[in-house]
């Protein structure tokens, strides 16, 4: 697959080529070293498209993990806890140890729902996210999973790989594409989200 285009939030990209440049390398030989073609045998069920063969996200998704793993980038995933109170929410938030969180909630008579988020790839304190699924799935992955390792001050950058406007024409209905998603982060201004971000949109 190639890079097509490719947009810098609050210096993503500065700092990964200053800071870390053997990683930015790693990422682009990652994404390029993909042979879409092997996920291109999606047979479309949609009314709309019915009979027309698409790229296949689930084979895309097994493709780029597996040039990812041999770079040595690999999911991370973190649990914590949550409750319905807002003044605890608000308390436990920022804590790391999930099970000073569930005390918390508890001694104050709420009930712990433990959760987690979880990244695709993360190595030396970057993250990387490969989104072919609904348009709101990338919104999630900048304001909730690259946030959350941010906020917690597990990694310095996030990476978010799409499909440009040409791939996903040629995928099922209601994937997210990077030329729609760099207008909404543009939209949001430029302080959101609060975490530097390179947006990467690819093409086979």
Request: proline share 3%; glycine share 6%.
């Amino acid at each position: 697959m190639e890079i097509a285009n490719v947009y810098s939030h609050l210096n993503g990209l500065e700092f990964m080529l200053v800071r870390k440049p053997e990683l930015w390398q790693e990422i682009q030989d990652a994404i390029r070293n993909v042979d879409a073609g092997l996920a291109f045998d999606k047979v479309s069920r949609e009314k709309t498209m019915a009979g027309k063969i698409l790229y296949s996200p689930s084979k895309l998704n097994k493709l780029f993990q597996a040039q990812f793993n041999s770079y040595g980038w690999h999911e991370v995933r973190h649990d914590y806890f949550v409750n319905e109170d807002l003044n605890t929410a608000r308390a436990i938030v920022h804590l790391q140890d999930k099970d000073e969180q569930r005390r918390i909630i508890q001694e104050r008579g709420f009930t712990a729902y433990r959760t987690y988020n979880q990244v695709d790839f993360v190595k030396d304190r970057a993250a990387v996210e490969v989104q072919f699924g609904k348009y709101f799935s990338v919104q999630y992955d900048l304001h909730v999973k690259h946030t959350f390792f941010y906020e917690r001050g597990d990694i310095d950058v996030g990476v978010e790989i799409i499909p440009t406007h040409k791939m996903m024409s040629q995928m099922s209905s209601g994937v997210a594409w990077y030329e729609n998603e760099l207008a909404n982060i543009v939209r949001e201004g430029r302080s959101n989200p609060s975490v530097p971000v390179i947006l990467i949109g690819i093409d086979p």
